[in-house]
């Protein structure tokens, strides 16, 4: 029994000493926003050299447009 224990710890021990950490995995809205955001990123420095400007319309929220008979 005691050298159970003491196998325990020692395998406590050695296994905290590793600095083993939790990282937790992305989700799948945070690679999306990465992903948004990289590609923003990439057209906005390749419109910079153009001296252009760039606004963002495909990742904007959409709008209904309904026609006037509709209302």
Partial sequence: ???L???L???TILISSCD???TPPLTPLTKEKNRQDSIQNYLRTSFQKDSTT???IAFSKSQM???ISFK
């Fill in 65 to 67: 447009i309904k026609p």
């Fill in 5 to 7: 224990i003491l196998y």
């Fill in 1 to 3: 029994m005691k050298k």
């Fill in 20 to 22: 083993l950490k939790y």
């Fill in 54 to 56: 760039y606004e963002s």
């Fill in 9 to 11: 710890g020692i395998l």
